[in-house]
């Protein structure tokens, strides 16, 4: 969106119709709310910039099917200019031609007409630009078929559209819906007020030619004739908008065109749409200096500012759309007793209230008051709006009031994303970063480790997902029409997901659902279409609404990332490993819940299916979504598992505490989930992890290139931040295990490449220490003693299998006294010479409730060839 500037933020609002209540549609679901239709419609006005339509910001809806729109608004306009009573010139007749038409024809472009073109909707900037307003209300209300007034203004609609009558879509009397008005009735609303400004005294003239207005004011001999002092120019305009026929009426594009604008069109500069951040074209190939340098230092940084941006600043500073309207006497609230509906007696007699006037079309713009925004934001710095990307100091501009941003960041998610100043210099500072994509890529995968402002989330998450490139012209070149057999699953299935909120409700969220997973379907042959992929798809639908290009890449980079081959016509041994997996990472973390969960049977297949194959859209809302996978695209494909262990921890004690059915009940209606404590024990949990323990033989093959990072989530004690599928292999790394011999092992298997790293072997001074300054992880050889001395891992503790277990695999010596309890809370990495005794001796720690213990692969075996092991110097 285009900047503030001296532009100002408007509000207007109107009442959707209301629908029956007894009325279900075609698939047995209540009928949609208008107002969720027109909410539907609406957000593609969003997207139009153009420098002579005023810029729409957003839509609300309130109670009894009220709408409030906001937009960009102008105090002045041509409504002014009339008042005055004056005459314009020639010269500015053209000039509002000229510019009006050149909305016009951008609006016909994009299928759409004005409609309600009037003086009043023609706004002026301190430039004296024209900027057209209320351009959308005609779309957006399915062309008056959801509202009950209608659009446009009597005095300026075109005959054709004036003999076609009222029309209401919900009306069933109405069999045959009249046509829809196109770009040639806005000539006419154009005509007739350019007309209006060039007649010296309006009403006396239409008073004079009201009897024969509609037959004589468009042909060549009229009343246009007794205009004097017209330049011929002018008057051919006025002739050719006010053409009485339709047939014979130009289009916008046309008119633009005509010769009457020759000495006009060589003053105005070709419209170019702005470049989006993914697309082959060279954004920054248009950027030029103001002619004015001193345009640049100004000292109203807020103005500099987007105008959705300015919005959402206005919103968390305490602005109120229905408070404003009130105030300003546009929405007037009844006592009860005065909206007593009205009904009739047989006799015809009638009692009751008549047609309420306010829920008519009321088209006062409301401006809405920036003052308590820039109150809020008056102690913050230039240089808040200005970062400079490349310090090492921290990201977060420093604020000139006595309270230090830095200390927002310890706060609360959900406190932060409501502190105005806060998201100002986190979207001031994404701004910048996205701008600098790809370049900046890896700052941006920095400060999305603090926090990701809702404002940018849909951007900010497509550069985590890397996508580059011309997105639209691929998505485009997908067939989305043609019928495949997945659309009955579909339109049975897009109903159901995410409904209870507006904008994926609505008919137009629906037809974009389609048109995306159908996308999806077509371009990925090799999958197919499983329930929960309508759940995947929807976070990046929202944020992305108006981009359904974008949503498809998300959409096709994240499945690849996180669910791979999750979407295979046979899924079942793909998703047989993940919950082998989950079971061993929980057993890792938590052997105790692990433990009982066994012992009851209650076994990941009957709950985790849903969270995994919808990576938890299944299972919660989206606004949990959102701060669920901000976390998550900063993690690799194993992080996933992290999020269910902390999902169980949440609910741990009533785990430990009730039996098979009970735990059944509770996932049928999963209790309320603390998502910021799910975040931060998932990024503790994913510390802990051994990146090789969630090796999965199914999981993405290693890509070319792989973003890495030693330090994690940049927290002290993590480990690796890369996949472990990415690293490249070598004879250390992790085998595959045949899915029941995975799934005969309690606790994961390590590689010995992970172990070496973990123990830092290749420096001197043993093993990997915490802040505290004990080690993180201990080795345990359980090899008989004869063995361990004749090599060995150094700083690894022997503990000889025989001396736990018997010949028959019997317990004999309880592990979980003596040496092994000094052990507990650090990482046990259990090495044997047969995997078999390793296994064993790996799975009794667990069932005495060790936490993290994992068995080195291969054994002993794996660490021969390294050079690493030690022989015990001789005892003198």
């Not at 306009?77 to 007749?93: H, I, N």
């Not at 005509?191 to 004079?208: K, Q, T, Y």
């Not at 998201?423 to 900046?440: G, M, S």
């Not at 004999?812 to 090495?831: A, D, K, N």
Request: glycine share 6%.
């Amino acid at each position: 969106m285009r900047p503030l500037r001296d532009a100002q933020l408007g509000a207007f609002t109107f009442f959707a119709s209301a629908l029956p209540h007894d009325v279900c549609g075609s698939n047995g679901l209540p009928l949609t709310p208008n107002s969720i239709k027109i909410l539907g419609r609406f957000q593609i006005l969003k997207t139009f910039t153009h420098p002579r339509l005023c810029q729409y910001v957003d839509i609300s809806r309130g109670k009894h099917e009220r709408l409030v729109v906001v937009a960009e608004h102008y105090e002045s306009s041509l409504s002014d200019f009339q008042r005055q009573g004056k005459t314009a010139s020639p010269e500015m007749v053209l000039k509002v031609a000229y510019e009006v038409l050149e909305g016009l024809e951008f609006m016909n472009k994009h299928g759409m007409v004005h409609r309600a073109l009037a003086p009043n909707n023609v706004l002026m900037d301190h430039k004296g630009n024209l900027k057209l307003a209320k351009f959308g209300l005609y779309y957006m209300t399915d062309r008056g078929g959801d509202v009950d007034f209608p659009i446009g203004y009597p005095s300026y609609l075109a005959p054709e559209v004036i003999a076609q009558g009222s029309f209401h879509a919900s009306d069933p009397s109405n069999e045959e819906a009249p046509l829809p008005s196109g770009p040639k009735s806005d000539i006419w609303s154009l005509g007739v007020l350019l007309f209006e400004m060039c007649a010296v005294r309006i009403f006396f003239f239409w008073l004079r030619c009201m009897d024969d207005i509609v037959t004589v004011l468009a042909e060549e001999h009229g009343c246009l004739d007794t205009i004097k002092d017209l330049p011929v120019n002018v008057l051919e305009l006025l002739r050719k908008c006010l053409i009485f026929l339709p047939s014979k009426r130009p289009t916008p594009a046309e008119l633009l065109g005509d010769e009457v604008f020759n000495e006009i069109s060589c003053l105005y500069m070709p419209f170019q749409k702005p470049l989006s951040l993914f697309s082959s074209s060279l954004r920054c190939a248009h950027l030029e200096l103001p002619e004015d340098i001193s345009d640049l230092c100004k000292e109203d940084y807020l103005s500099e500012r987007a105008i959705d941006e300015v919005y959402y600043l206005w919103c968390l500073a305490g602005g109120d759309l229905e408070k404003e309207l009130t105030n300003q006497g546009i929405i007037q609230s009844k006592p009860p007793l005065c909206t007593l509906p009205k009904f009739l007696l047989e006799d015809g007699e009638s009692f009751g209230q008549g047609r309420d006037r306010s829920f008519l079309l009321d088209d006062t713009t409301v401006t809405l008051s920036l003052c308590q925004l820039r109150n809020r934001l008056k102690d913050v710095g230039g240089e808040a709006y200005y970062p400079l990307l490349e310090e090492e100091q921290s990201s977060l501009p420093q604020s000139a009031s006595s309270q230090d941003l830095s200390t927002t960041v310890t706060l609360p998610l959900i406190i932060r994303e409501r502190d105005t100043e806060y998201q100002l210099t986190r979207i001031v500072l994404f701004h910048r970063l996205l701008q600098a994509y790809p370049y900046k890529r890896d700052l941006v995968w920095k400060d999305a480790r603090v926090d990701i402002p809702p404002l940018v989330r849909g951007m900010a998450w497509a550069a985590l997902l890397g996508i580059e490139g011309d997105i639209q012209a691929k998505y485009e070149g997908i067939d989305k029409d043609t019928p495949i057999p997945t659309d009955r699953q579909i339109e049975v299935d897009i109903p159901r997901c995410h409904q209870y909120d507006e904008l994926l409700s609505s008919p137009q969220g629906h037809v974009k659902f389609r048109r995306v997973l159908k996308a999806w379907v077509v371009s990925h042959p090799d999958l197919v279409y499983w329930q929960g992929l309508d759940s995947l798809c929807a976070p990046f639908l929202y944020l992305n609404f108006n981009n359904e290009a974008l949503a498809y890449a998300c959409m096709s980079a994240f499945i690849p990332k996180y669910l791979y081959n999750f979407f295979l016509k046979d899924n079942s041994h793909v998703i047989q490993e993940y919950l082998t997996v989950f079971s061993q990472m929980i057993a890792f973390h938590d052997p105790e819940l692990s433990n009982h969960l066994n012992q009851i049977g209650f076994i990941p297949d009957l709950y985790a299916i849903p969270w995994f194959l919808t990576m938890f859209t299944h299972v919660f809302p989206l606004h949990k979504i959102f701060h669920l996978w901000d976390t998550l695209l900063l993690g690799n494909s194993s992080f996933p598992f992290c999020i269910g262990v902390a999902i169980l921890q949440q609910l741990r004690d009533r785990l430990l505490a009730n039996g098979f059915n009970e735990c059944i009940l509770l996932f049928s209606d999963l209790p309320e989930i603390d998502i910021e404590r799910c975040v931060h024990e998932s990024i503790k949990l994913f510390s802990w992890t051994p990146k090789s323990a969630t090796y999965r033989q199914h999981a993405q093959p290693p890509k070319t290139t792989a973003v890495t990072d030693g330090n994690g989530f940049g927290r002290p004690g993590t480990y690796y931040f890369s996949d472990y599928q990415d690293m490249p292999r070598t004879d250390l790394s992790r085998e595959p295990l045949a899915l029941s011999e995975l799934k005969a092992e309690l606790s994961p298997r390590i590689s010995a490449e992970d172990l070496i790293d973990l123990c830092e072997l290749s420096l001197a001074g043993g093993g990997k220490r915490t802040r505290a300054g004990r080690p993180k992880i201990v080795a345990v050889d359980v090899r008989s003693a004869e063995d361990f001395n004749r090599g060995h891992l150094s700083g690894s503790v022997n503990l000889p299998y025989s001396s736990a277990f018997g010949p028959d695999g019997e317990l004999v010596q309880c592990p979980g006294t003596g040496v092994l309890h000094s052990f507990r809370g650090r990482v046990i990495v259990v090495i044997s010479h047969a995997m078999k005794s390793g296994t064993t001796f790996a799975s009794h720690l667990v069932k005495v409730n060790f936490p993290r213990v994992c068995m080195l692969d291969g054994g002993i075996i794996k660490m021969r060839s390294t050079g690493l092991l030690t022989v015990p110097s001789p005892q003198i």
